[in-house]
């Protein structure tokens, strides 16, 4: 009876769980989105501001937009820009890749986060 008890309460607290990467709304995130829009272009063939232009950021290898200085630890990073990859980083840019320039200090609600993503990944 008690195991039962324990993956009775385990399934239902992964119902109530919101993946970290789960589908967004792209057009909250457009909205979200504003706050970044300060130091980040998103429109194709916009140029770079104190950020990246983060049109086609969504399967970009990450410190290789060409024409904007990265940090060395963003050039060394090595990583592609996943979904999940932005998700985690957008949590908290400073742990995921440390000595990165950005200093925006993260976004903790994971529905806002999930919304800017969405919203990144219309920007092809």
Request: aromatic fraction near 8%.
């Amino acid at each position: 009876m008690r195991g039962f008890v324990i993956a009775a309460a385990a399934t239902l607290a992964l119902g109530f769980a919101a993946p970290a990467n789960a589908a967004g709304d792209a057009a909250n995130g457009k909205t979200v989105f504003s706050r970044c829009s300060i130091c980040h272009n998103a429109a194709k063939g916009a140029g770079n501001k104190i950020g990246p232009n983060l049109f086609g950021v969504v399967g970009r290898k990450a410190g290789t937009l060409a024409g904007f200085n990265y940090s060395a630890a963003m050039k060394g990073f090595g990583k592609t820009w996943t979904p999940q990859l932005l998700d985690t980083y957008l949590t908290h840019p400073g742990m995921t890749v440390p000595g990165t320039k950005m200093s925006f200090a993260g976004l903790s609600n994971v529905s806002q986060r999930a919304d800017v993503v969405a919203y990144l990944q219309t920007l092809k």
